[in-house]
């Protein structure tokens, strides 16, 4: 007989971290927010893309070159709990998070590396 509870705790356990991520610059204090489904593999690709001059953000790439590699901090700022459904789809929920931290940290400009209107 299958035991449920088992089923979803298996389930729970098979899904990597997932939230929001910020990657801070400790000299200027300018900050990228994202997210991931799987944040220690984003980060660990991320850490990767700046120390070879590859990814998409070049202003953090440009500052990652300047003041270097022990002057950044990688930081989870909020996790998202897993579902009892493992077709459950996390897509837009981490979206809206993101959203979230976002909009509180404002992190454009002179204060970060994202975008504004992305």
């Known amino acids: 007989m299958i035991n449920k509870s088992e089923l ?7 899904l990597q971290l997932m939230g929001i991520y910020q990657v801070k610059n400790l000299v200027n204090n300018k900050i ?3 997210s991931s489904k799987n944040l220690p593999a984003r980060i660990n690709r991320f850490k990767f893309e700046l120390k070879y001059g590859t990814g998409g953000n070049k202003a953090l790439i ?7 590699e022990e ?3 990688f930081e989870i700022l909020d996790e998202l709990k ?8 996390y897509t837009e929920d981490l979206k809206v998070l ?3 931290w976002i909009e509180k940290l404002q992190p454009f400009g002179a204060k970060g590396y994202n975008k504004e209107g992305s």
């Not at 979803?8 to 098979?14: L, R, T, V």
């Open 82 to 89: 897993p579902k009892d459904d493992s077709g459950y789809d």
């Open 32 to 34: 990228l927010i994202g």
């Open 71 to 73: 002057n950044f901090v």
């Open 62 to 68: 440009k500052d990652y070159i300047n003041y270097g």
């Open 8 to 14: 979803k705790k298996n389930y729970k356990q098979s």
């Open 98 to 100: 993101e959203e979230m």
